[in-house]
């Protein structure tokens, strides 16, 4: 017998050890949970995880950057994005920042499709966009588990680690020294 009929004949046992095994009954679901869906595997190491929605159809992510933190609840809507129960454009009044907060649809391809609630504590209007940018792209990676890889790619998923420095004593702030004197 050679050698490649051998892999053939075991990969043939496999299948047929596969397709006898018997399949364990799941547990019921309690109402208002979602059925998970079990890790799919397509393509040369691709993971596709499952979908992450509450009882009211929403996925929600923590966003974090500098000192802020925001909290965010995306559902499939208008595109309308409220900030601490306002509008983003009384919340974040630089263009700028609304730019920043959009990407995360811009590279997912999905602009005007969802809603987003969030609240934002902590650090200055920079800040929060970046947490708010953070949390948008964590929860539609969870909403949608297939943009995960594009997201991924832009960036949006990883924490930027930069924070504060803290004030030393002996210092007047983190590095800068009280000014010096001759006489």
Same mark, same amino acid.
């Given at each position: 017998?050679?050698?490649?009929?051998?892999?053939?004949?075991?990969?043939?046992?496999?299948?047929?050890?596969?397709?006898?095994? *018997?399949? !364990?009954?799941? !547990? *019921?679901?309690?109402?208002?949970?979602?059925?998970?869906?079990?890790? %799919?595997?397509?393509? *040369?190491?691709?993971?596709?995880?499952?979908?992450?929605?509450?009882?009211?159809?929403?996925?929600?992510?923590? +966003?974090?950057?500098?000192?802020?933190?925001?909290?965010?609840?995306?559902?499939?809507?208008? $595109?309308?994005?409220?900030?601490?129960?306002?509008?983003?454009?009384?919340? @974040?009044? /630089?263009?700028?920042?609304?730019?920043?907060?959009?990407?995360? @649809?811009? %590279?997912?391809?999905?602009? +005007?499709?969802?809603?987003?609630?969030?609240?934002?504590?902590?650090?200055?209007?920079?800040?929060?966009? $970046?947490?708010?940018?953070?949390?948008? !792209?964590?929860?539609?990676?969870?909403?949608?588990?297939?943009?995960?890889?594009?997201?991924?790619?832009?960036?949006?998923?990883? /924490?930027?680690?930069?924070?504060?420095? /803290?004030?030393?004593?002996?210092? !007047?702030?983190? /590095?800068?020294?009280?000014? @010096?004197?001759?006489?």
């Amino acid at each position: 017998m050679s050698e490649t009929e051998n892999t053939v004949s075991s990969l043939s046992d496999l299948k047929d050890l596969t397709s006898a095994a *018997p399949v !364990a009954a799941a !547990a *019921p679901a309690a109402e208002g949970d979602e059925v998970v869906a079990p890790v %799919v595997r397509t393509g *040369p190491m691709a993971i596709i995880r499952p979908r992450e929605v509450d009882a009211q159809g929403r996925s929600y992510a923590t +966003g974090r950057r500098k000192d802020a933190v925001a909290r965010v609840w995306l559902k499939p809507g208008s $595109g309308k994005v409220t900030v601490n129960g306002r509008d983003q454009e009384v919340y @974040f009044a /630089r263009p700028t920042l609304r730019l920043v907060i959009n990407q995360p @649809f811009e %590279v997912a391809g999905r602009e +005007g499709q969802y809603d987003i609630v969030c609240t934002v504590k902590g650090g200055g209007l920079s800040g929060q966009a $970046g947490a708010v940018k953070h949390g948008i !792209a964590q929860a539609l990676s969870k909403f949608e588990p297939e943009l995960r890889s594009a997201v991924k790619a832009a960036g949006f998923l990883t /924490r930027d680690p930069r924070v504060v420095e /803290r004030k030393k004593y002996g210092k !007047a702030k983190a /590095r800068k020294s009280f000014q @010096f004197s001759k006489r």
